[in-house]
């Protein structure tokens, strides 16, 4: 074994040129598939945190009823009369009834980590001579904390004072800066003619575009004198232990609990779908790329079998078996597998570091001042499982036709 | 005493072998009986196409009659499988061609060491130590680490020579060994290739059209359409 892969080195090192393309091919497909991945899962994953953290993993939201339309038939004989259920469907009711039964039900689940109820409303939002359209969040603080990241989304201000103020108000950062608004200033919150007046305890940003320029929260008590809504709920917001099984379990709940449960899957379910293909597209970009080095790498080591046909015939001749010679040529192209993915490695690393302090300003769907990337052992092992793939098809090819080099012809052939 | 060592080294019994198909085919080999003794040299020698680098192919298990028996060592060898057929080349036949055939990548004693290591029968330092002997023996002991391209075409070809008893081979096939030197490095060549066999107990078959060398042989067998003439 040691034999072929040493003659595999002194051959592979003899095309140093064409080696060295196929070898750049794969270092840089192998490189940019990882960056690529690291940038795409980033902003996926960055947009999945930004919504967890404002969200939570899953919403109880209306409240439902089963409905089945049928029809009677009667027998033949007229005799007997008998229904058939023709369609099952549901009518809603807009929020929850009795949130203190539901939200005791919610935490009895066991992958469930806090609930909390939430009424929300749309309102109008005045500020000195200046009035924006928006939306009320009441909440109790202590709850929602523990279902969302408000307490590390407060930009200005101090959620303490805004847990123990009872008229306290949070405002999102982009609503207080069309407001000129700041902590310890006061605005007024409308609905259906009744104004209440509020004191700004902290402004917060979750990074959410349209959630913070349209945004605030309040107590939920105060939320329901100025909703004039004194007993129901417009969702719990709940967070679970492991995001990924939230959708299973949101079937669970709606089954449990009679009212229409929402994952953030299936909430942001467009949203995932392009990050999704934008994953996708890369990865076959970065693949073709990858394709096109083994095809490169294909075309050398053939035309290494034609020019060492003689070399081969010898080997045979001398006790190399034709497994041998297959494995020689296969040998080459791990050489070449193994040092380009490594030197890809690399350069990915390389790259995604660097790449990670760039300035950038995204505001949108979510908000960053920087490149977000994810590091996951899995992109490296992806780029590897592809070039992996390519290479030995590019690599067996060539070796399996060097393998059915027949020495005697070969020797015939040049020997006269 | 060992059966294998009282016979001839290599016998055969009615080889036929036909090449090409349809109208290209042609019959050449036709009934070849060939046996040869231990520490001899024999020639084959006739025109082009009659069969002699064919028939040194089947000798040397590189390709496969159509019918007939190959004894080599006393052990039938025509019928083996491919990986019993690559572990007897490799073992007790060495082989000297037109062309040298070096690996240009090796060196001259890298290029006597890889039979040696592939048959696992030494280590790395042995190896290297047959490979200056048998270097030093084809006069090329001052020449252990050149490569390929370093050398005359008559050093290539004793590099050759030497490769062929690397393994300590029963039976050298030799197939037009100095088709490719002059005069002198072709005697000198013979020579050696003589010398060696004597010294060595060691048997070897020369495919030649230099009817002096052939003559040097202790035998020649004539060849002519597939057959050797009486």
């Known amino acids: ?416 | 005493m060992n059966d294998s060592l009282q016979g001839p080294v290599l016998e055969t019994r009615g080889l036929h072998r036909t090449l090409g198909g349809g109208a290209d085919k042609v019959h050449v080999l036709r009934g070849i009986d060939l046996a040869l003794d231990r520490g001899r040299t024999y020639s084959i020698v006739g025109p082009s196409g009659c069969g002699k680098s064919t028939l040194l192919y089947l000798l040397g298990l590189l390709d496969r009659p159509d019918s007939g028996e190959i004894h080599l060592a006393g052990e039938r060898v025509d019928l083996a499988g491919e990986a019993e057929r690559t572990r007897i080349r490799g073992n007790k036949i060495g082989f000297v061609f037109q062309f040298h055939f070096l690996l240009s990548e090796f060196s001259s004693a890298e290029n006597l060491m890889l039979p040696m290591l592939k048959q696992g029968r030494m280590d790395r330092e042995e190896a290297y130590g047959r490979a200056c002997h048998l270097l030093e023996l084809v006069g090329l002991g001052d020449k252990t680490g050149r490569r390929g391209n370093q050398l005359s075409g008559g050093e290539r070809q004793r590099v050759a020579v030497a490769r062929a008893l690397a393994n300590d081979p029963e039976l050298i096939l030799a197939d037009e060994p100095t088709g490719n030197l002059d005069f002198q490095n072709s005697l000198s060549l013979f020579e050696q290739l003589q010398e060696l066999a004597h010294e060595l107990n060691r048997t070897i078959l020369v495919v030649t059209h230099n009817l002096e060398l052939a003559k040097a042989c202790d035998a020649t067998f004539h060849m002519k359409d597939g057959v050797f003439e009486v």
């Open chain 1, 1 to 416: 074994m040691r034999q072929n892969i040493l003659i595999a080195w002194r051959f592979l090192i003899a095309k140093k040129r064409a080696m060295l393309m196929s070898l750049a091919g794969i270092v840089f497909g192998v490189a940019f598939f990882i960056f690529t991945q690291a940038q795409t899962t980033g902003f996926e994953d960055f947009f999945i945190r930004t919504i967890l953290g404002t969200n939570g993993t899953v919403r109880v939201q209306d409240e439902f009823q089963n409905t089945i339309t049928s029809m009677m038939v009667t027998s033949e004989d007229q005799d007997g009369q008998f229904e058939i259920p023709l369609r099952e469907g549901r009518s809603y009711v807009a929020g929850i009834r009795n949130p203190q039964q539901i939200l005791q039900a919610v935490r009895k689940f066991s992958d469930v980590e806090g609930a909390a109820p939430v009424l929300r409303g749309d309102i109008q939002i005045s500020s000195g001579f200046r009035t924006e359209a928006g939306r009320a969040i009441g909440i109790v603080p202590t709850e929602y904390i523990e279902v969302s990241d408000l307490e590390y989304q407060i930009v200005q201000g101090d959620l303490r004072v805004f847990e123990n103020t009872p008229d306290a108000i949070l405002v999102g950062n982009r609503l207080a800066e069309r407001l000129a608004i700041m902590p310890g200033q006061f605005m007024l919150l409308s609905h259906l003619g009744q104004t209440r007046r509020y004191e700004v305890t902290g402004i917060f940003e979750t990074g959410i575009d349209i959630f913070d320029k349209t945004h605030v929260f309040i107590h939920l008590q105060e939320a329901r004198r100025l909703l004039n809504q004194m007993e129901r709920v417009s969702y719990i917001q709940v967070m679970t232990k492991n995001p990924e099984k939230a959708p299973a379990l949101a079937r669970q709940m709606e089954h449990a609990l009679g009212h229409y449960v929402a994952s953030w899957q299936e909430r942001e379910k467009s949203w995932l779908e392009v990050f999704r293909v934008l994953r996708l597209s890369s990865a076959l970009s970065m693949s073709t790329i990858i394709l096109i080095a083994g095809l490169g790498m294909f075309n050398t080591l053939a035309i290494i079998v034609m020019e060492r046909s003689r070399e081969i015939a010898i080997l045979r001749s001398i006790g190399f078996s034709r497994h041998d010679v297959l494995t020689i040529f296969l040998f080459q192209g791990l050489i070449v597998y193994v040092l380009g993915t490594l030197v890809g490695f690399v350069l990915a690393a390389g790259l995604t570091k660097g790449v990670e302090s760039l300035p950038i300003r995204i505001r949108g769907i979510f908000s960053t001042d920087h490149f977000v990337v994810t590091w996951s052992p899995w992109h490296y092992v992806a780029a590897a499982v592809v070039a992996g793939i390519v290479v030995i098809i590019a690599a067996l090819i060539p070796a399996r036709r060097a393998a059915r080099v027949e020495p005697g012809d070969v020797i015939r052939g040049t020997g006269g």
